[in-house]
């Protein structure tokens, strides 16, 4: 599975951004899809998760109401939809996918088996 990110940019306090995802090596419809960040000097994070049918999504707090992921499994691609960014949004952001349907909301790092190169937010106030 190959997984590559992009989208990322330096925006302002309160812009959108879309970042997409494209996946290939696989059957992606196969594979549960996640969005984690890494903000400077700290841990990566979980951000976002949609079911390998689109019809389950869930996120963290950070995100919840904010941030939307979607999928499109014609195009093999994940998109984080992300609004009213905030500066505590800079990150590395990173899609990551993972083998049939995790029992679990919120996954973590460990659930997912694939991890795409990261694409970098910056957000400035």
């Known amino acids: 599975v190959q997984l590559q990110a992009f989208g990322g940019g330096l925006v302002q306090a309160g812009d959108s951004l879309k970042l997409s995802c494209a996946f290939s090596g696989r059957t992606f419809s196969h594979f549960d899809m996640g969005w984690f960040r890494q903000p400077p000097g700290k841990e990566r994070e979980f951000v976002a998760h949609?079911?390998?049918?689109?019809?389950?999504?869930d996120y963290a707090d950070s995100a919840k109401g904010r941030f939307t992921i979607s999928r499109d499994n014609a195009k093999n691609t994940v998109y984080l939809q992300m609004n009213t960014l905030k500066p505590e949004d800079t990150a590395v952001y990173y899609c990551?996918?993972?083998?049939?349907?995790?029992?679990?909301?919120?996954?973590?790092?460990?659930?997912?088996?694939?991890w795409g190169q990261g694409t970098q937010v910056t957000v400035s106030s």
């Open positions: 949609v079911t390998w049918t689109g019809d389950f999504a």
């Open positions: 990551a996918a993972a083998f049939g349907s995790l029992a679990t909301t919120r996954p973590t790092r460990s659930d997912f088996e694939y």
